[in-house]
């Protein structure tokens, strides 16, 4: 879920687990609540029941993860209720990727390229998530039609415009963004941002990617537009970041527009 750090108060003991001492992480816009035990070895994740289901979804999808050779959490608990659901992981050990400062993040740059490959190259076939760009497309329908989009997430140039016309202009490329989406389908973190990739702060090595609730087949463009956008609010200026897309572009052959197209929907995607 879209990482906000926020000072709600929050319960100390995560709903039906073990009251060994969690101390509050995050108190997610998302309305998920995270805690970490106090010997840094779990993490429990709490919903009220009403994002129940959204939470079983992102425990199927760390228990996937865990067997494909990518890194990431391990499950450890799961409890579910009328007073909502909580996820207890393994923590991913290290520091999560925004919170290093831009030269550390420029040595693990690189690795960071290539999790994000290995994650990318899991075999198509043995993902029974999707995530595709027409369900994304469905979810910002609604959040617009709602009048729920929240204008912090979008990009600064485009908070004074109405949410249906940025739709709009989403939608007059779909016929297009579905083709490549077909040519180019990999199983996708969903979420890629710097909070959800973890570093070994000694080797700057990619200890693992976290929050995967929105992990699922779709465009490796959905994942790029937002691992580089997120990653322009760690570089120190301009030159530092053409300099770290072009190191992902010689990877991947950045396709400019197709990033713009991810990079303009997800916002559209929360609320
Ligand atoms: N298993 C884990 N290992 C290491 N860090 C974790 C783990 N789970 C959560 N975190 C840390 O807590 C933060 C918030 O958890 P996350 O699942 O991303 O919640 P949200 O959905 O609110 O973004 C993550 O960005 C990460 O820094
Ligand atoms: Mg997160």
């Given amino acids: ?84 659901a909580c996820l207890v992981t393994a923590a991913v050990s290290g520091v999560p990727a925004d919170q290093v400062p831009a030269e550390d993040l420029r040595v693990a740059w690189e690795r960071i390229a290539d999790a994000v490959r290995r994650l990318h190259g899991t075999p198509v076939s043995r993902c029974p998530f999707r995530r595709g760009m027409d369900a994304m497309v469905a979810v910002a329908r609604d959040v617009v039609a709602r009048d729920a989009v929240n204008a912090e997430f979008l990009p600064v140039d485009q908070q004074r415009t109405p949410a249906t016309e940025l739709l709009g202009r989403l939608t007059r490329q779909i016929p297009q963004r ?74 991947y052959g950045i396709d400019h527009d197709r990033l713009r197209f991810y990079l303009h929907l997800d916002p559209l995607t929360w609320g």
Wanted: charged letters at 25%.
């Fill in 1 to 84: 879920m879209r990482d906000r750090r926020g000072t709600q108060a929050v319960s100390p003991v995560p709903l039906g687990v073990d009251d060994s001492g969690w101390v509050p992480v995050t108190a997610g816009e998302s309305g998920a609540t995270v805690f970490r035990s106090a010997d840094a070895t779990r993490y429990a994740k709490c919903v009220p029941a009403a994002d129940a289901a959204d939470l079983k979804a992102e425990r199927d999808r760390v228990a996937w993860l865990s067997g494909q050779g990518v890194p990431g959490p391990r499950v450890l608990d799961w409890q579910s209720g009328d007073a909502g």
């Fill in 178 to 251: 579905r083709e490549q989406e077909a040519a180019d389908t990999v199983a996708c973190h969903g979420d890629l941002c710097l909070p959800d990739i973890i570093l070994d702060p000694q080797t700057l090595d990619v200890s693992g990617f976290v929050d995967l609730g929105r992990l699922g087949l779709a465009d490796r463009y959905a994942d790029l537009a937002l691992l580089l956008a997120n990653a322009r609010e760690t570089w120190t200026g301009e030159e530092q970041a053409r300099a770290a897309d072009t190191a992902f572009a010689e990877r």
